[in-house]
């Protein structure tokens, strides 16, 4: 009750970003990883309320989280599903094999399959980083921009 109410707030937002990030430390972890530490230390060292608010407004799947789909393929999470958090807009940028591929946007929320004809769906979520992939990276900026993101929706 002594700490203010916007120390309780940054102090959330700081361990995510210490979580999530790579430090001198450590290693940044998966988002989802950051949220169970959170959600581990609700009540004790953070605000449950806040911290149950947080992972709320961020999503399973925040925009800028890495993330591999069923296929094997590496993808960036672009814009968040209001409706279906599990079903983000994505752009793949590594094949099943890890490699650089052109990149392809898919909205998973829409009947969007695989060669198969299984649906896409995300198996996990991957820390900043993975197979060479840094969301501060300017290339991958570039591919948030909302300019790139309205021309790969013009291709879909």
């Known amino acids: ?71 094997g393929e590496v993808a960036v999470v672009v814009e968040k599903h209001h409706q279906f958090q599990l079903r983000p807009r994505v752009v793949v940028l590594r094949d099943a094999a890890k490699q650089r591929c052109a990149p392809r946007y898919l909205d998973l929320a829409q009947i969007t399959v695989d060669e198969a004809g299984t649906p896409y769906r995300i198996s996990t979520g991957l820390p900043d980083g993975s197979f060479g992939l840094h969301i501060a990276d300017p290339e991958l900026q570039s591919i948030l921009h909302p300019e790139a993101l309205a021309d790969f929706e013009l291709h879909v």
């Open 1 to 71: 009750a002594q700490i203010s109410y916007m120390t309780r707030i940054i102090t959330i937002v700081d361990a995510f970003d210490a979580i999530t990030s790579h430090r001198a430390y450590d290693c940044a972890r998966p988002v989802q990883s950051a949220f169970e530490i959170l959600r581990s230390a609700a009540g004790a060292q953070f605000d449950e309320d806040l911290v149950h608010e947080f992972i709320r407004w961020l999503g399973a799947f925040p925009v800028g989280t890495l993330v591999e789909l069923h296929t």
